[in-house]
């Protein structure tokens, strides 16, 4: 038996699959497949790029050097995130710090938050993801990733809470399938303002629990922080740097955040690595106080390798152009598996992040507090059979494709033949409960 405290995002007991190395955009496992990786979010360039493998040699034989002490490097990392990612916009960003992850960062933007406004509570949209530590893992309101225990036999043993969290309508779109909720986005969204009026910040993210991003929602959330003091943080942590198609999802909108958190891309999957953007505004806040914290590994100079490699493969913007081109293949590709499958209930996704949910169960009752594999983790495993890894985020109900950005036609188009394999299983189940 492993002594290792197992972490399964296709819940469920067993291991789906045992990988031994990657290559491209394959997994290769202990038994000699090549599995399409289909749902990779911290793999943006694949395994192994070679930009990236030369990087993380010349990074070994840098000094240990904390984020205390002046790196040249770090400087300079942060120079090429304003440059290269932050391009187009100049007239907002202020400054960078670095993180060791998407949670992390984002844990400290929200303690941040607090300290600058005075206030402490805090607030999301519903059925958001925001990562799993500290403030982060509050913020993130799916039930089951609630960061305490699921005990198998039934029940949940969660953590308790720090702060009060407000929770505001979230958007309710679809590119199949039909949408939750056809009143006016105002009306929906009725009393939102005056909940984020004690709030010291609002955290939206643009694509977790499978509700994506809309320019019309985002504005009008920026729009009602603002008036309510409450500071608006985009969690850009899987969409930023390239995944939605562009930069950053936040400027498909009219409106800019105060702050943007970073993670996943960042170091091209080579380092683990995250960031908190903030704006020219906050930046001159700051201008006569200094921001308490530190910790031994953020931006270690192999992640700050990581990042400027990543950086400069990204610079040109041809990858992220390739990233909107497949972004149509897949909406395509989606569809057409949704109609001929049952048991889906509704896609929805942009750039390189789509979501398949099945009907079933509520995802408000789901709580992991089960030994048995839920609907969405069989059907990823009948898809290993077809080829292909797909993931599911621990969701009962929700599959999850996010593919790296190096896949070519045929490889996306074998990933969503293995996903039509796997929904079969969920046909049947369908079929049956009918
Ligand atoms: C939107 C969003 N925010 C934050 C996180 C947490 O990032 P990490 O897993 O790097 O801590 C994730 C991870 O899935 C995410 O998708």
């Known amino acids: ?24 955009v394959y997994f290769i496992l202990a038994d000699g497949r090549r599995l399409i990786d289909g749902s990779n979010t911290g793999g943006p360039l694949g395994h192994k790029h070679p930009a990236m493998v030369e990087a993380m040699k010349k990074a070994a034989s840098n000094p240990v050097i904390n984020e205390g002490w002046f790196w040249a490097e770090r400087e300079a990392a942060a120079e090429d995130l304003i440059n290269i990612a932050f391009g187009e916009e100049k007239s907002w960003v202020g400054a960078v710090r670095f993180f060791l992850s998407g949670s992390e960062a984002n844990d400290l933007a929200l303690t941040f938050s607090q300290a600058l406004t005075g206030r402490k509570e805090l607030a999301t949209r519903e059925r958001a993801y925001h990562g799993m530590a500290g403030l982060a893992r509050q913020m993130t309101v799916q039930p089951h990733w609630h960061g305490g225990l699921a005990i198998q036999g039934g029940g949940s043993k969660p953590v308790p809470a720090q702060v009060p969290v407000r929770i505001i309508p979230a958007p309710v779109n679809a590119k199949y399938g039909s949408v939750s909720d056809n009143r006016p986005l105002a009306e929906r969204m009725a009393g939102s303002q005056e909940m984020l009026s004690s709030v010291a910040a609002t955290i939206i993210d643009y694509t977790q629990g499978g509700i994506y991003y809309d320019p019309e929602y ?57 960031a908190v953007v903030m704006s020219k505004e906050i930046v001159e806040e700051m201008k006569d106080k200094s921001w308490q914290t530190y910790s031994t590994f953020r931006a270690h100079p192999s992640a700050v390798a990581a990042i400027r490699a990543y950086l400069s493969v990204m610079a040109d913007g041809e990858i992220i152009r390739r990233v909107k081109t497949l972004e149509g293949r897949m909406h395509k590709g989606l569809v057409e598996i949704a109609r001929k499958h049952p048991s889906v209930a509704r896609v929805d996704g942009f750039g390189l992040h789509w979501t398949v949910e099945l009907h079933g169960p509520d995802w408000r009752n789901w709580y992991a507090d089960t030994a048995e594999s839920p609907l969405a983790s069989r059907v990823a495993a009948r898809a290993v059979e077809a080829g292909a890894i797909i993931g599911t985020s621990g969701e009962q109900t929700s599959l999850f494709l996010a593919p790296s950005f190096i896949i070519s036609d045929a490889e996306l188009d074998a990933l969503l033949a293995a996903l039509d394999h796997g929904l079969e299983l969920a046909d049947a189940q369908f079929e049956r409960a009918a």
Not at 1 to 24: C, H, W, Y
Not at 224 to 250: H, M, N, P, Y
């Open 1 to 24: 038996m492993s002594r290792l405290l197992q972490t399964g995002l296709n819940a469920g007991k067993d291991p789906l699959i045992k990988v031994v190395d990657g290559e491209g």
């Open 218 to 274: 985002q504005d009008y959330v920026a729009n009602a922080a603002r008036k309510a003091g409450s500071l608006w943080i985009a969690d850009e942590v899987v969409t930023g740097l390239g995944r939605s198609g562009r930069w950053f999802a936040f400027q498909g909108g009219e409106t800019r955040p105060d702050i943007v958190t970073l993670g996943k891309c960042l170091a091209g999957g080579s380092a683990p690595a995250g």
